[in-house]
């Protein structure tokens, strides 16, 4: 159990991002009231969390009434993590964890971020979705392992509304290069986990054995 709390709190805190989401939230509502910047926060959250948990509940029988075997989706969550892992080491933005510079120019546009881009895509998007199910796919059906799972999606959302209220002071304190670092170091945790993930794919799809 202890082992799934910490592979699932790292993939999370890695495919969301808080300090980063805390950075683009800071960005985008420069010159906002206080009290709006919280409401939006809060809502953003709300909705994310809400998002990532609807994942990770259904996730693996839509899969399934797809034909997508648990192989395959470890595979191709393996890469997507890994993509996702290399791009925060060499401080990339592909749109996996973050916006695109078209989705930022819109969201400047708009009066409230709360649906689109906080909740998605800098909470919940696509990497956080791809490790939702993956993460509870691996729980094999336990329904402790997955009541920890959906805890640390609370968690770590829980923690980047936190950083969303003081995004201001935390941008202040660690400045872009500390800011820069600590995504490189998640990022490197991210890569090993996901390649941990091919790894379990391909020995579960049987590929090696029938060779």
């Known amino acids: 159990m202890l082992e799934t709390a910490g592979v699932a709190l790292a993939t999370f805190f890695a495919t969301i991002g808080p300090l980063d989401v805390a950075a683009v939230f800071a960005g985008l509502t420069a010159g906002t009231p206080q009290r709006r910047r919280r409401q939006m926060a809060v809502r953003g959250a709300l909705i994310a969390g809400t998002t990532l948990v609807v994942f990770a509940l259904i996730g693996e029988f839509l899969l399934a009434g797809l034909g997508i075997s648990l192989a395959a989706l470890r595979t191709a969550g393996g890469i997507l993590l890994l993509l996702i892992g290399i ?3 060499f401080a990339r933005h592909s749109g996996g964890t973050s916006t695109t510079d078209e989705e930022e120019e819109e969201a400047k546009a708009k009066q409230d ?3 689109f881009p906080l909740a998605t895509p800098l909470i919940a998007g696509p990497g956080a979705m791809g490790a939702s199910i993956l ?3 691996n729980t094999e059906g336990d329904y402790a392992l997955q009541a920890v799972v959906i805890g640390c999606i609370i968690v ?3 923690a980047t509304l936190l950083m969303c209220l003081l995004s201001a002071q935390i941008d202040r ?4 290069t500390g800011m820069q670092v600590v995504g490189r170091i998640m990022g490197v945790l991210l890569s090993a986990l996901a390649v941990q993930f091919i790894f379990d794919g391909i020995a579960q799809s049987g590929l090696l054995a029938a060779t």
């Open 87 to 89: 791009d925060m080491v």
């Open 113 to 115: 971020i709360s649906v």
């Open 135 to 137: 993460l509870m796919a």
């Open 156 to 158: 770590v959302v829980g």
């Open 173 to 176: 304190l660690l400045g872009t």
